[in-house]
């Protein structure tokens, strides 16, 4: 599709600098007009895009811009870090009807360093994650065709996320998919240069990057979504 979206504001970057350096809520209050302006409402434009896009390669995904979009208030109730807002900005698209880190969904976030993207499962609860490990058991060669293909490789270098020390129990430590039962999250992600949000093919970029992730998306919510 033809992306519209001409690029985020240098403010936007700027505002998440000055934010990392006057993260307290006086700050923020008196220069909200200002996140709501270079970042809040463009990414919600953005994403809006982008889900017309997700639509077309992955059916069942969030389109919401509303859900899509992560607030930008931290849950500090467990956390040394009392910071009470992120330095970042970010949006993920999950599979409809599905908790944000239940599913496999597509993700990018922003800051002043650095422009992630990527995808996958981030926090499965016991019974999700042991479909997942029961899907790649019973065939380790189709999940590893998907991490082995081209489109795939050209902007991803394979999963992510935390791992297990030994194989889970139920699981042989010699099985054939050793190396891929141990994880506890199934995640890929790419960084580029944060200024590459500024420009008017941020849109494409996503587009590109996401399409390239949707075979291990749609793999990993075959197996979430098993019943």
Do not use: C
């Amino acid at each position: 599709m033809e992306f519209t979206f001409p690029g985020f504001e240098p403010q936007a970057r700027q505002f998440l600098r000055e934010l990392r350096e006057n993260n307290n809520r006086e700050w923020f209050q008196a220069h909200k007009p200002d996140y709501e302006q270079f970042v809040r409402g463009p990414l919600l434009e953005l994403v809006l895009e982008l889900s017309m896009a997700v639509e077309e390669h992955s059916p069942g995904h969030s389109i919401d811009p509303r859900k899509s979009v992560y607030r930008i208030y931290r849950d500090i109730r467990f956390s040394k870090n009392k910071d009470p807002y992120k330095t970042h900005a970010a949006a993920v698209f999950p599979p409809t009807g599905m908790e944000r880190h239940a599913g496999a969904g597509f993700y990018f976030h922003f800051s002043t360093e650095e422009l992630l993207i990527g995808g996958g499962v981030y926090a499965p609860p016991s019974d999700t994650l042991g479909r997942i490990r029961a899907q790649i058991a019973a065939d380790p060669d189709e999940l590893r065709g998907i991490l082995a293909a081209a489109s795939y490789r050209k902007f991803y270098g394979g999963l992510e996320g935390q791992r297990l020390k030994r194989t889970p129990r139920g699981f042989a430590p010699d099985h054939p998919a050793a190396d891929l039962l141990v994880y506890k999250q199934f995640l890929s992600g790419t960084t580029l240069p944060a200024d590459v949000i500024e420009q008017p093919t941020i849109g494409a970029v996503l587009d590109q990057h996401f399409r390239a992730i949707a075979p291990l998306m749609a793999y990993l919510n075959r197996a979430v979504q098993a019943h």
